[in-house]
Nanobody, 117 residues
Framework: QVQVVESGGGLVQPGGSLRLSCAAS????????MGWYRQAPGTERDLVAS???????EYADSVKGRFTISRDVAKNTMYLQMNSLKPEDAAVYYC???????????WGQGTKVTVSS
């Protein structure tokens, strides 16, 4: 059974940092196209950062230079290092993984990030 589980959310002050983790099971994460999405109340779920099976990385313009996506093959885990956090970064962050050869993917349950003083 394929599963992705996020962790690492919490409350942080503006300008602070958090690192989110997405632990995968039942799949080899490095062979999947992976992404971090976020959704604030009343908004759509948007892509924040992605890393494909080949290692290509992309970021939303709003987080470029502040967020870093990475993966640890040995731990079968993806990370999102978030620095210089802003109140507008507050959202529920979701991990998503999709094998390149399949038409469907897998969502985690989300982890909430609150940015407030």
């Amino acid at each position: 059974q394929v599963q992705v589980v996020e962790s690492g959310g919490g409350l942080v002050q503006p300008g602070g940092s958090l690192r989110l983790s997405c632990a995968a099971s039942g799949m080899i994460l490095s062979t999947y196209n992976m992404g971090w999405y976020r959704q604030a109340p009343g908004t759509e779920r948007d892509l924040v950062a992605s890393i494909d099976a080949g290692g290509k990385i992309e970021y939303a313009d709003s987080v470029k230079g502040r967020f870093t996506i990475s993966r640890d093959v040995a731990k079968n885990t993806m990370y999102l290092q978030m620095n210089s956090l802003k109140p507008e970064d507050a959202a529920v962050y979701y991990c998503y993984g999709q094998h390149p050869a399949r038409p469907y993917g897998y969502w985690g349950q989300g982890t909430k990030v609150t940015v407030s003083s």
